[in-house]
């Protein structure tokens, strides 16, 4: 949608004004991302986000169209009235190619971790015209046959059997290892482990529980755990007695021997959790630790909120194996005989997995497990979304001390400052326990011994670009099949790990972590409230069909998740389920049913 | 023969209505939501309405059934929510994968399993014939993972040095894709010719392609062995039995007091009625394994009708799992009257009404 001439002039005006404010102010930026940990490092730059990188405009969109030194119009598109307003529940204001190489996102309100979302596979680069003219089908050419700027393009997918992966020798970046890459995909752990012993594999995901000590074990194997970016809990809601009483919940805290979960039920490489936040996401209290076992200040504890004998409860359920917890039932009758020597008599009640979620969601759960895995490495999307103020009735009232720093911590760009405003965050939840936080899952990937830059990314999003195994071609095993290989409109982390060796975001994490590093952005900045974040493309940049990417080319790949109106806005399934996770409602929300 | 086939024809529609019904009935009954199959537990409310009011799974379920048996009786199975594809083209890829399997899996049992009855059965009562029977026994109460798993450990792992080394999955080894044959020639083509084109071993003939022949073959070789052993099993003692009472009969007596070898009397005299039963079994057996492969192609990795079935009940993909269901009943009836007429073909005494 063009701007009208009015908005696009005040848009121009505010642009420069906000640029002169800049060149005589620290602004937060980051792309060198050397020193960044939330989102934004704190390198005052001096450069003005609307000339940076492009000798050929200066101006900001006006109308929606300024020409570029290719002689095309820019898009713009500026919802920013919309903010707030009824019918819409976005968090993106506007979007707009300032010029060819350089797009500015302009949000409703401050986002520190909009890099970290931004480097997430579902907003990786798409050609506009390819979008234009793949996009527009459900389940069509964009979805079977992605084209990107990775070093790795679609040769071929052979449905139901394997993805095959060429190399894209025109990369703009580090050529990758192996002239073609196979990604196939076995459902069973044993199965898998047989693959990459018999050699037709050169290496796999998720390594079964029992196969960690065999695979160490053999010389011609290597295994590499994967930082664990979950956390399982026991969840209490306030609103329901006796978990109204601040004493019955540190109880149930001290009732729990998270050592002996771990030991017992989890697969090595598993941690017992110390505090909400796993350690790999920025944000994580060193040296803190929320409960320590001990019965007989739980059994203190229940004396002293009026029961001395305990109480019985129902403890809710589902049994469905996760990361955070592989056996959900022997875990559950763990924690029953566990609450049961300080007096506490737990009734289990399982419950079908979605009718527990919505029920948990809904607040109904007074005592329940559950768990939860990172969308993105950040800080806000375990904090903010479990015990923000917007945050589901899960565990009933929130706590305004807790919302007090998670604000806080939310609307600052100092790193140093967000883990202080964390750590103190750490500390209100271990004293409020809303829940108690028991274990991070592990997991592992092993690869041949021979494979040099194997990875086991915390993120599931191994890169094989570097991955080297002395030949022509790697051969990667995963749980299951992609659903569809277009980022935008896939949650499962199967497609997500093909079509990231396919398209690009504009950030990238770094291999085996969590950080944010450039991608097709060099570099970018924000202004000093986070709402305005501007990225600089990397000159030079193909996409595999030999057309150049440029700032439309990033405008138009969001504006076709953002829009539901846009003819593009199709995919596989049509929710663009993480968009909405990530930056709240649509623009032109199809009517509620 | 005409009027037998008619009636046996619209006797199966009740059968296969029953069987749609039934099916659609239970997927719905299961404990789990689509949505969230589909699109992740982190799917909100509001994005599980908008989906199961655009797959219609907002409408009551009496209301979805007779929207289905519309479609069904128009030739249209549905489209897969997670594939986003009409169930007659995940059919078309994955039946053909299932029927080579099969087929493989019953030629080693009928080649295996008849010789191994008629060992037994000539040599009954003796120390040959219990070591077939428990050699039968064994292959019935086998378990198909167990064997499999350890197929796999023999052949791909321990020996995957040697000659005898085997690819422990897939169809093909990783990065080769088999071209169709049409196109070998230059021609398009769709339908019937892209079903035989995922025969893999008969595409790589008809394309003159060797190398994917024996590529093909050597994958094959352990899935269907482990395939084969419950059948195998079930044939050889059935062969074992049938032959056991046709070497009673008056007429091979007298074949015998005729003063033919016994190689003549058992292989041509007594063997082909013994047989008989034999030739339903196997009918049977080839209906079985074509809906019934899901562990094997599990383990073997092999993206066939089992496969795709045991994931769509996990993923609650309703129209895959009620078609691919629909269509292994209406193969299993097929082959049940095939097998019928082929039994009055080899038996003229026996007629069908």
């Given at each position: 949608m063009r701007t009208s001439r009015r908005t696009s002039a005040i848009v121009m005006l505010s642009a420069l004004a906000i640029a002169a404010a800049a060149c005589g102010s620290s602004k937060s930026s980051g792309g060198n991302a050397a020193s960044s940990t939330s989102g934004a490092a704190a390198t005052t730059v001096a450069a003005s986000a609307t000339t940076a990188g492009n000798a050929a405009t200066t101006a900001a969109p006006s109308g929606g169209a300024t020409t570029t030194a290719a002689g095309g119009k820019l898009l713009s598109y500026d919802e920013?009235?919309?903010?707030?307003?009824?019918g819409y529940d976005g968090s993106i204001a506007k979007i707009e190619a300032i010029d060819a190489v350089t797009v500015k996102f302009t949000m409703c309100q401050a986002d520190v971790a909009f890099p970290s979302k931004v480097a997430f596979a579902s907003f990786a680069i798409s050609p506009s015209e390819y979008l234009d003219k793949a996009g527009t089908t459900a389940g069509g050419d964009l979805v079977n046959k992605p084209i990107g700027t990775g070093p790795y393009k679609l040769k071929a997918w052979d449905k139901g059997n394997q993805v095959i992966l060429e190399r894209n020798d025109d990369y703009w970046g580090t050529k990758a290892k192996a002239k073609t890459v196979t990604v196939r995909w076995q459902t069973e752990p044993a199965q898998r482990l047989v693959e990459l012993q018999s050699g037709q594999a050169d290496g796999i995901d998720n390594v079964g529980t029992d196969d960690f000590d065999k695979i160490k074990g053999d010389k011609t194997l290597q295994l590499l755990p994967r930082p664990a970016l979950n956390v399982f809990y026991l969840g209490m809601n306030r609103d329901a007695a006796p978990f109204d009483k601040e004493e019955v919940r540190q109880a149930v805290g001290a009732a729990i021997d998270k050592q002996r979960l771990v030991d017992t039920f989890y697969p090595k490489g598993s941690t017992a959790a110390s505090q909400f936040l796993p350690e790999a996401i920025p944000g994580y209290a060193k040296g803190f630790t929320d409960f320590t076992y001990n019965p007989d200040k739980a059994k203190q504890l229940l004396a002293a909120a009026g029961f001395p004998n305990g109480f019985e409860v129902n403890l809710s359920y589902r049994d469905k194996s996760r990361?955070?917890?592989?056996?959900p039932t022997p875990i559950a009758t763990d924690i029953q005989a566990q609450l049961a020597k300080v007096g506490i008599k737990v009734t289990l009640d399982v419950q079908e997995s979605t009718t527990l979620l919505d029920n948990a969601a809904a607040g109904k759960l007074p005592f329940h497990l559950l768990g939860w895995g990172a969308d993105y490495p950040d800080a806000t999307n375990f904090l903010d979304y479990h015990f923000g103020k917007g945050a589901k009735p899960q565990f009933g009232k929130g706590f305004d001390d807790i919302w007090k720093d998670l604000d806080q911590a939310g609307s600052n760009a100092d790193p140093a400052k967000r883990d202080a405003l964390y750590a103190d965050a750490a500390k209100l939840i271990a004293q409020h326990a809303p829940m108690i936080p028991i274990a991070n899952g592990g997991s592992a990937v092993a690869y041949k011994a021979e494979v040099k830059g194997g990875q086991a990314s915390p993120l599931s999003s191994e890169q094989f670009a570097p991955m080297d195994n002395g030949k022509d071609q790697f051969n990667f095993l995963q749980n299951g099949e992609p659903g569809g290989l277009y980022c935008a409109d896939e949650t499962d982390g199967e497609a997500l790990r093909v079509c990231e060796q396919i398209n690009e975001s504009l950030l990238g994490y770094e291999i085996n972590g969590t950080k944010v590093v450039p991608s097709l952005a060099d570099k970018y900045e924000s202004s000093a409230d986070l709402k305005e974040w501007t990225f600089h493309l990397h000159p030079g940049v193909k996409f595999h069909d030999g057309s150049a990417l440029d700032a439309n080319d990033v405008v138009r790949s969001w504006r076709v998740q953002w829009d539901a109106a846009d003819p593009a806005h199709k995919g596989r399934t049509g929710e663009f389920s993480y968009f909405t996770s990530l930056f709240g409602g649509f623009l032109n929300p199809p009517p509620a049913k | 023969m005409t009027r037998f086939l008619i009636r046996r024809l619209l006797a199966s529609i009740p059968v296969l209505l029953g069987i749609v019904v039934v099916t659609f009935v239970l997927a719905r009954l299961l404990p789990g939501n689509p949505c969230v199959a589909e699109l992740?537990?982190?799917?909100?409310q509001a994005q599980c309405a908008q989906f199961n009011h655009r797959e219609g799974l907002d409408k009551p379920i009496p209301v979805q059934l007779g929207k289905y048996l519309n479609k069904v009786a128009h030739a249209d199975l549905g489209a897969s929510f997670r594939q986003r594809r009409p169930v007659t083209t995940l059919l078309a890829e994955r039946l053909p994968v299932t029927v080579e399997l099969s087929i493989a899996a019953l030629i080693i049992a009928v080649l295996i399993g008849i010789p191994l009855g008629v060992f037994a059965a000539y040599r009954h009562n003796t120390l040959a014939d219990a070591s077939a029977v428990v050699v039968a026994n064994v292959g019935v109460s086998m378990p198909i993972f167990w064997l499999g798993l350890m197929l796999q450990y023999v052949f791909a792992v321990t020996l995957k040095r040697s000659p005898l080394g085997l690819p422990p999955s897939g169809r093909l080894d990783p990065g080769i894709i088999a071209t169709p044959f049409f196109e070998r020639w230059g021609v398009h083509a769709n339908g019937v010719f892209r079903f035989v084109s995922r025969l893999l071993i008969l595409n790589g003939i008809l394309a003159w392609k060797w190398a994917i022949v024996g590529n093909a073959l050597r994958h094959l070789v352990l899935p269907a062995v482990t395939l084969s052993t419950i059948p195998l099993a079930i044939i050889a003692r059935m062969t074992r039995s049938s032959l056991l009472d046709t070497l009673g009969l008056d007429y091979v007596r007298t074949a015998r007091a005729k003063g033919l070898g016994e190689f003549l009397v058992v292989i041509k005299h007594a063997l082909r009625n013994a047989l008989l039963p034999v030739v339903t079994i196997v009918g049977l057996q080839l209906g079985s394994l074509l809906g019934g492969a899901i562990l094997t192609e599990t383990i073997f990795n092999i993206t066939g009708v089992g496969q795709t079935l045991y994931e769509a009940i996990g993923a609650r993909d309703y129209s895959v799992v009620q078609g691919f269901t629909l269509v292994v009943a209406i193969g299993f009836v097929v082959l049940n009257l095939l097998t019928d007429i082929v039994y009055t073909v080899l038996d003229p005494r026996v007629r069908v009404t």
């Open positions: 920013s009235a919309k903010c707030g307003q009824k990361g955070y917890l592989p056996q | 992740g537990e982190k799917a909100t």
